[in-house]
């Protein structure tokens, strides 16, 4: 067993919603490990985003304890970086400004070799004068990683990241994920609709179910680090979660949580 990066214990939200309360999550747990790539999936309004947000410190939880390394979470942190599905670069900043901006305390230097680094990590080197009116989804993402990864946090947290890409170009970053996962060893939670991605992706899939939210299963993905999307035990894993999702026939109101 490694070292728990990140305990949820007994969490509850609710939300209040055209004046009544509405159970969003419900008794939440689970242990993540440092180094681990854990993926969230489960319907929309289901509450996963609202959780990557506790975990954030975006959102303040009702009851129950989140805590990184041992320390209880009262707010956003430089230990968290999040990547959302709209990459929300500043537009009247170059690429290399908006990756810049979260650099405290750094010479004028230090922060271009940063910027540099990390833009050239993601391909962009050429384009750091660029604005973001002048890229690709694609390219606007991969500016998006840069700047979350620059301050080097410990827990990189993925909002539905590449859910607004063509399938070609969700697949490399898909992929560029890994390899930047593999040279930094961040801990990653990934919150997503794709069931693919997430297969491909995790060490763990968390299965959660319709609102109120809950944990219905955390599945060991045991694929090994380079993984065959067509092989049988790929489909395997698939048609496990996918099972899971059609268990539930309950139609609720969808909240954007």
């Known amino acids: ?23 969003v999550l419900k008794d939440i747990n689970l242990e993540i490990e440092e180094g681990e790539f854990v993926v969230i999936v489960g319907h929309s309004g289901c509450g996963k985003s ?12 009702d009851t129950g304890i ?50 540099d680094q990390y833009l050239e990590l993601v391909k962009l080197s050429e384009f750091k004068k660029a604005y973001p009116s002048q890229l690709s989804g ?15 946090p410990e827990i990189l947290l993925l909002d539905e990241p590449f859910g607004a890409l063509d399938a070609l170009t969700k697949i490399e970053l898909q992929e560029e994920m890994l390899k930047i996962r593999e040279r930094f060893h961040n801990t990653m939670i990934m919150v997503t609709h794709d069931i693919e991605e997430a297969v491909f992706l995790a060490d763990r899939i968390v299965v959660m179910s319709a609102r109120p939210g809950r944990i219905k299963d955390v599945i060991k993905v045991e694929l090994g680090k380079y993984r065959d999307r ?28």
């Open 230 to 257: 067509g092989s049988t035990d790929f489909t395997h894993y698939k048609k496990k979660i996918f099972d899971y999702f059609f268990e539930e026939k309950t139609v609720t109101p969808e909240y954007n949580i």
């Open 138 to 152: 694609g390219m606007s993402q991969r500016a998006a990683i840069a700047r979350s990864l620059v301050s080097q």
């Open 1 to 23: 067993m490694g070292k728990k990066k990140l305990i949820i214990h007994d969490v509850n939200k609710s939300f209040v919603v055209n004046g009544q309360s509405v159970d």
């Open 50 to 61: 609202t959780l990557l947000k506790m975990i954030a410190g975006l959102e303040k939880n």
């Open 66 to 115: 989140l805590s990184v390394d041992g320390k209880e979470v009262d707010g956003p942190g430089m230990d968290r970086g999040m990547i959302f599905q709209e990459h929300r670069l500043f537009p009247w900043m170059s690429i290399e400004k908006n990756v810049q901006l979260g650099l405290k305390g750094l010479s004028k230097e230090e922060k271009r070799k940063l910027s």
